[in-house]
Nanobody, 121 residues
């Protein structure tokens, strides 16, 4: 059963940086475009960064120039380097495939527990 395990969140002052990690399994990592999503309280979950198998990246306008997505094929891990954090970046951050799909071992769309990012002024 594929698992998605996000980590690296925490409390940071505005203007600071965090690096998020997402550990997954090789069964999807090698064949899927991966992405980072986030969901703020009362808001819909949004896709903010994607990376293809070949390493091509794309970003939402809200994070472009500040966030960097990367992947380590050997560690089967996706990262999100977040710099110049703003109050609006506070959310729970998740990784998943792009588009979201039914992963091996699951019968419905599966999301990990996410990692909380809190930004203080």
């Amino acid at each position: 059963q594929v698992q998605l395990v996000e980590s690296g969140g925490g409390l940071v002052q505005a203007g600071g940086s965090l690096r998020l990690s997402c550990a997954t399994s090789g069964s999807i990592f090698s064949i899927k475009t991966m992405g980072w999503y986030r969901q703020a309280p009362g808001e819909q979950r949004e896709l903010i960064a994607t990376i293809t198998r070949g390493g091509s990246t794309n970003y939402a306008d809200s994070v472009k120039g500040r966030f960097t997505i990367s992947r380590d094929n050997a560690k089967i891990t996706v990262y999100l380097q977040m710099n110049s954090l703003k109050l609006d970046d506070a959310a729970v951050y998740y990784c998943n495939t792009v588009p979201v799909s039914v992963l091996p071992g699951h019968s419905t769309h599966y999301w990990g527990q996410g990692t909380q990012v809190t930004v203080s002024s």
